[in-house]
């Protein structure tokens, strides 16, 4: 499991169980729209906003035309891509190698931490990238298709619109085995945290401001069953649980052959809306994940994790560059290391 995971297949009866047990409020409040434009740190010289003046100035409006319609249709594709967007960045860098189905070996998306992402993400970034091929060919690399509608969904659920700098080249490499070791785990430690998130560039502030995108989205019990039962080898359940969470858990995730469909949200008090209620949960200990709780724990990120729970506009603004310096990471650019592909499925051979 990885950071800004969702479901396809979301069980809403577990919902019901979980508001009954916790009692505390839900929010069915899809659409809390919130535009600020955040001040984003220079991103590298080879991206730009207006990278496709020229050759497709209307880029941005064609992938809105899906994103909006995959958003009313299927509202799991709002979590889910943003997931793609992450695991895809985290692994080979920003270069839509997460979109290549795999021919003579396993490809990214085939790895078992990309197992669980929801098809409609896939879905979403395969329409979007065939209405700019429709009126730009051959001009639009997938990779920005997917920065692109990520931060359309980030808006859609009621987070901050941000301007989106463009110009990355779709990668030629996707292989499964660079995954898993690329990824954050629903059980990493802080340290392990940190280590990763540095090692691709980004700070502690970082870390906690982008697990802030487990405002929304779903979990399967398998990446928090160990916390009920058996955290750390005790048999016993995490300390740092609320125990009306533990009980809520308990009750739909059995320790032992439960339905491997059933879903829990990330954020217990308004699942469907993006808003700083994460880093309330977790100074309550009501994280779903231990990653997550962890976070509000340690002293090197818990004063973050205070101050974004007090303030959704500096979470907001903080998202954004963070945002923004994710989509930097590992860029491609020129033929010996990118492409642009037309297929987002197929690699040129």
Same mark, same amino acid.
């Given at each position: 499991?990885?950071?800004?995971?969702?479901?396809?297949?979301?069980?809403?009866?577990?919902?019901?169980?979980?508001?009954?047990?916790?009692?505390?409020?839900?929010?069915?409040?899809?659409?809390?729209?919130?535009?600020?434009?955040?001040?984003?740190?220079?991103?590298?010289?080879?991206?730009?906003?207006?990278?496709?003046?020229?050759?497709?100035?209307?880029?941005? &409006?064609?992938?809105?035309?899906?994103?909006?319609?995959?958003?009313?249709?299927?509202?799991?594709?709002?979590?889910?891509?943003?997931?793609?967007?992450?695991?895809?960045?985290?692994?080979?860098?920003?270069?839509?190698?997460?979109?290549? &189905?795999?021919?003579?070996?396993?490809?990214?998306?085939?790895?078992?931490?990309?197992?669980?992402?929801?098809?409609?993400?896939?879905?979403?970034?395969?329409?979007?990238?065939?209405?700019?091929?429709?009126?730009?060919?051959?001009?639009?690399?997938?990779?920005?298709?997917?920065?692109?509608?990520?931060?359309?969904?980030?808006?859609?659920?009621?987070?901050?619109?941000?301007?989106?700098?463009?110009?990355?080249?779709?990668?030629?490499?996707?292989?499964?085995?660079?995954?898993?070791?690329?990824?954050?785990?629903?059980?990493?430690?802080?340290?392990?945290?940190?280590?990763?998130?540095?090692?691709?560039?980004?700070?502690?502030?970082?870390?906690?401001?982008?697990?802030?995108?487990? &405002?929304?989205?779903?979990?399967?019990?398998?990446?928090?069953?160990?916390?009920?039962?058996?955290?750390?080898?005790?048999?016993?359940?995490?300390?740092?649980?609320?125990?009306?969470?533990?009980?809520?858990?308990?009750?739909?995730?059995?320790?032992?052959?439960?339905?491997?469909?059933?879903?829990?949200?990330?954020?217990?008090?308004?699942?469907?809306?993006?808003?700083?209620?994460?880093?309330?949960?977790?100074?309550?200990?009501?994280?779903?994940?231990?990653?997550?709780?962890?976070?509000?724990?340690?002293?090197?990120?818990?004063?973050?994790?205070?101050?974004?729970?007090?303030?959704?506009?500096?979470?907001?603004?903080?998202?954004?560059?963070?945002?923004?310096?994710?989509? &930097?990471?590992?860029?491609?650019?020129?033929?010996?290391?990118?492409?642009?592909?037309?297929?987002?499925?197929?690699?040129?051979?």
């Amino acid at each position: 499991m990885s950071s800004f995971s969702t479901s396809s297949s979301t069980n809403f009866m577990f919902l019901y169980f979980f508001f009954f047990f916790l009692n505390l409020p839900f929010s069915n409040s899809l659409l809390k729209s919130l535009p600020i434009n955040a001040t984003v740190r220079r991103a590298p010289r080879q991206l730009s906003v207006n990278y496709y003046a020229k050759s497709c100035p209307q880029v941005e &409006s064609l992938v809105g035309s899906v994103t909006s319609n995959m958003f009313k249709e299927a509202p799991a594709s709002g979590p889910a891509t943003i997931r793609l967007f992450f695991h895809d960045c985290f692994v080979e860098g920003c270069d839509g190698s997460i979109l290549i &189905s795999g021919s003579k070996e396993l490809a990214e998306k085939d790895a078992e931490d990309n197992k669980d992402l929801a098809k409609e993400a896939y879905e979403g970034i395969n329409k979007a990238k065939a209405m700019v091929e429709s009126k730009c060919p051959g001009v639009v690399s997938c990779a920005d298709i997917l920065a692109i509608a990520t931060r359309d969904f980030v808006h859609y659920v009621g987070g901050p619109y941000y301007q989106v700098k463009k110009g990355r080249w779709d990668g030629k490499i996707s292989k499964a085995s660079r995954v898993h070791q690329n990824l954050p785990q629903s059980n990493s430690t802080v340290d392990q945290l940190l280590k990763l998130f540095s090692s691709k560039g980004l700070t502690p502030n970082d870390l906690v401001v982008l697990s802030g995108a487990h &405002s929304i989205g779903f979990a399967h019990c398998k990446q928090f069953v160990n916390r009920i039962y058996d955290y750390k080898g005790t048999k016993k359940p995490d300390p740092n649980m609320d125990p009306r969470l533990y009980k809520a858990l308990k009750m739909t995730c059995p320790q032992f052959g439960g339905n491997v469909d059933i879903v829990a949200p990330f954020d217990v008090t308004t699942p469907f809306s993006f808003d700083n209620a994460y880093y309330g949960n977790l100074e309550a200990k009501l994280g779903l994940l231990a990653s997550d709780q962890a976070l509000s724990l340690d002293p090197r990120t818990k004063s973050l994790v205070q101050e974004l729970a007090k303030d959704k506009h500096k979470f907001f603004q903080a998202f954004a560059t963070a945002m923004d310096k994710l989509g &930097s990471i590992g860029v491609k650019r020129g033929r010996k290391h990118g492409e642009f592909r037309k297929d987002c499925t197929m690699h040129h051979e």
